[in-house]
């Protein structure tokens, strides 16, 4: 129940191409869904998050949609970059009801764009 | 901008040694965070503390294990007898009040043990 299951592991894009990465979960008591994007040797920072009150949320090149019925969430990233070449990790977590907080982190995505 | 600081940013360690990471939250954060991620794998919770004491655990996170909040500023993880599958990126995280945003991650300590 508190699995966060994200696809695909490794995605390659051409500059200019829109990447997008999926996640599913299974808990229905989560109710903050964030995204990191974490360069090799660096912690996980985050990228954009959604509640699912919202369908979608962008921000500047970066979307998230929300499927609430079907419990899944994907992140796009238009017009990709060199410098989005990351790993990406989308987390759920319980934001209200007395929680402590912590992040159900999926197994990431490896995003290469090439120029 | 604020930062979580971690230190040492690389730590080799003998199987069966102590290790002790440390951790500067952010000043005027309260939830403080131990998060794993074994190479190539996702980021696992290892254990949060509020208010002076554990608030939760995850099974990793057993008697060999422990965390302090020594003083006012500092946050560290122990592990008393490191183990071979200890070896991963120990990250440490700080959150403020009354939001699930805020949620900042340090840079990691790598711990290799040998």
């Known amino acids: 129940q508190q699995q966060v299951k994200q696809s695909p592991q490794s995605l390659i894009v051409q500059k200019g191409g829109i990447s997008i990465i999926n996640c599913a979960y299974e808990n229905t008591a989560f109710d903050y869904f964030p995204w990191y994007q974490q360069f090799p040797g660096k912690g996980p920072a985050l990228l954009i998050a959604?509640?699912?009150?919202?369908s979608e949320k962008k921000e500047g090149r970066f979307t998230i949609s929300f499927n609430k019925s079907a419990k899944q969430f994907s992140l796009h990233i238009m017009d990709s970059q060199p410098g989005d070449s990351a790993t990406y990790f989308c987390a759920a977590s319980r934001g209200s009801g007395g929680s402590n907080y912590k992040l159900t982190f999926g197994k990431g995505t490896l995003l290469t764009v090439n120029p | 901008e604020p930062e979580v600081t971690q230190t040492p940013s690389h730590q080799v360690t003998q199987m069966g040694q102590e290790v002790i990471l440390r951790c500067v939250p952010i000043s005027n954060h309260l939830y403080f965070y131990w998060y794993r991620q074994i190479l190539g794998q996702k980021v696992e919770f290892l254990v949060s503390f509020y208010n002076n004491e554990i608030s939760e655990k995850s099974e990793i996170f057993d008697d060999q294990f422990s965390v302090e909040r020594p003083d006012g500023s500092n946050f560290t993880l122990k592990i008393r007898s490191t183990k071979l599958e200890d070896s991963a990126m120990y990250f440490c995280?700080?959150?403020?009040?009354?939001?699930?945003?805020?949620?900042?991650f340090g840079s990691g300590t790598r711990l290799t043990v040998v």
């Open positions: 995280a700080s959150k403020g009040t009354g939001s699930v945003y805020g949620y900042t």
């Open positions: 959604i509640r699912p009150d919202v």
